[in-house]
């Protein structure tokens, strides 16, 4: 895809977080929707050689989320949390947790924002700490998320 829709920029907004920022041609509504329906997390979130799998997804406020990223090996990957606001389709807040390393819990806002039917999605995460923050950006979380919203636009593309 080309255009201003094919770069994720990162920033650090204070020593505890990290911010993403992309921009995605289509509307939010749409945007938000692929974010919070089980059919289309599933052909974005994770890496392409794996296969994400819903365990459980129950967008409400206090409602669980679980993902299981299983990779060509059978190798699984799991990720959980909970829903702290949902205000479609402009924002999400929830905790994240990587089960592989219980207990390192952060919190995740994105925003959609709409305009000329272009919707920037940012994305912050606020890591209890600074290792944990450092921790996140050594496991190649960047490489990572920006393979994630490729596929988020190609999958935006397809359902436009």
Same mark, same amino acid.
């Given at each position: 895809?080309?255009?201003?829709?094919?770069?994720?920029?990162?920033?650090? !907004?204070? %020593? &505890?977080?990290?911010?993403?920022?992309?921009?995605?041609?289509? $509307?939010?509504?749409?945007?938000?929707?692929?974010? +919070?329906?089980?059919?289309?997390?599933?052909?974005?979130?994770?890496?392409?050689?794996?296969?994400?799998?819903?365990?459980?997804?129950?967008?409400?406020?206090?409602?669980?989320?679980?993902?299981?990223?299983?990779?060509?090996?059978?190798?699984?990957?799991?990720?959980?949390?909970?829903?702290?606001?949902?205000? !479609?389709? %402009? &924002?999400?807040?929830?905790?994240?947790?990587?089960?592989?390393? $219980?207990?390192?819990?952060?919190?995740?806002?994105? +925003?959609?924002?709409?305009?000329?039917?272009?919707?920037?999605?940012?994305?912050?995460?606020?890591?209890?700490?600074?290792?944990?923050?450092?921790?996140m950006?050594?496991?190649?979380?960047?490489?990572?998320?920006i393979e994630?919203?490729?596929?988020?636009?190609e999958?935006?593309?397809?359902?436009?």
């Open positions: 895809m080309t255009g201003p829709g094919n770069t994720t920029t990162f920033t650090q !907004p204070s %020593e &505890r977080e990290i911010r993403m920022s992309r921009v995605f041609d289509a $509307p939010r509504e749409l945007v938000s929707q692929a974010h +919070t329906d089980p059919a289309h997390i599933t052909q974005w979130w994770g890496q392409r050689r794996s296969t994400t799998i819903i365990d459980m997804l129950d967008v409400r406020p206090g409602g669980a989320w679980r993902f299981i990223e299983r990779d060509p090996e059978g190798n699984e990957y799991a990720f959980r949390g909970e829903f702290r606001e949902v205000v !479609p389709p %402009e &924002r999400l807040v929830y905790t994240f947790e990587f089960e592989g390393m $219980p207990g390192r819990i952060l919190v995740e806002t994105v +925003t959609f924002d709409e305009h000329d039917g272009m919707t920037t999605v940012t994305s912050t995460s606020l890591f209890e700490s600074v290792a944990d923050r450092d921790g950006l050594e496991s190649g979380m960047e490489s990572g998320a994630s919203w490729d596929r988020l636009a999958l935006l593309e397809r359902l436009k």
